[in-house]
């Protein structure tokens, strides 16, 4: 209950300072709507003359386009406002105060701030899945069991993002990898179906792209593995506990301002 009611003081002070800015809510929308669009035009130039993804239709295809478009906003509203103010803070000095409160210095990074400018992809991917769902008659239990591999997604994307952000305590200038880790995610606004064999594999098994959108999708479609929900379940907790002991890890290496 105490990082919980941190959390309310930390997001209640972050939404105040976002609504000094409200114009840019306006903006960020239509920027949200203009990706959206962006993908779903990709999706169709594709299906326009009867191509399937190996065996995914138009309408199943669009959920997995809303799932990713769901964590895109996501990763904007709660992943990008915190975990790329690790490399500033690393840069200059303000990590020595972080380390210094009486709070987990992992749990203060990640969720210290929140942005409003991805809420609008979070509704727009969410409409998508349900209208889309409402065409291929989904039931709401589907979408409650789909929940649990979105649940898995997410806390992947942030395990992977945190570890990135914690390798700047040895390299400072590392703005890039995390914007390369977010190209490499954007495989996932198609089903993994729709790419090679070997692109299959490395979207898979090494970049776990197919985690995020493709399990989740299959998942509410009825056509979900077990295995793979629970490979799913079974990553997501193995690289949250390798975050936490890297950063502990990289700690030992960090020299402060005050030094």
Not at 17 to 46: D, I, M, Q, T
Not at 209 to 216: K, M, R, S
Request: hydrophobic content about 55%; aromatic content about 20%.
């Amino acid at each position: 209950m105490r990082y919980f009611n941190i959390i309310q003081i930390f997001w209640r002070t972050a939404i105040a300072a976002e609504l000094e800015y409200r114009l840019n809510f306006v903006f960020a929308a239509l920027s949200s709507l203009g990706g959206l669009a962006g993908s779903l035009f990709s999706l169709f130039l594709f299906y326009r003359k009867g191509y399937n993804f190996q065996g995914w239709k138009w309408q199943e295809a669009l959920i997995v386009v809303g799932i990713f478009t769901f964590l895109e906003g996501f990763s904007s509203t709660f992943l990008a406002s915190n975990l790329n103010r690790i490399v500033k803070h690393v840069q200059d000095g303000t990590l020595d105060f972080v380390l210094l409160k009486p709070i987990s210095s992992q749990f203060w990074l990640s969720f210290h701030s929140f942005s409003l400018w991805g809420l609008p992809d979070m509704v727009f991917g969410l409409a998508i899945v349900l209208y889309a769902g409402s065409l291929l008659g989904v039931g709401v239990g589907a979408y409650l069991f789909s929940a649990i591999p979105i649940l898995f997604g997410v806390t992947i994307i942030y395990s992977l993002w945190f570890i990135l952000g914690a390798t700047s305590i040895w390299f400072t200038k590392i703005y890039n990898i995390t914007e390369v880790l977010r190209g490499l995610l954007a495989a996932g606004r198609f089903p993994i179906g729709a790419y090679p064999a070997t692109y299959r594999f490395f979207f898979t098994f090494v970049i776990p792209v197919a985690f995020l959108t493709t399990v989740p999708a299959q998942t509410l479609l009825g056509r979900g593995d077990p295995a793979w929900i629970a490979g799913g379940g079974c990553l997501a907790v193995v690289l949250l506990i390798v975050s936490n002991y890297f950063w502990r890890f990289a700690l030992r290496f960090y020299t402060s301002a005050s030094s």
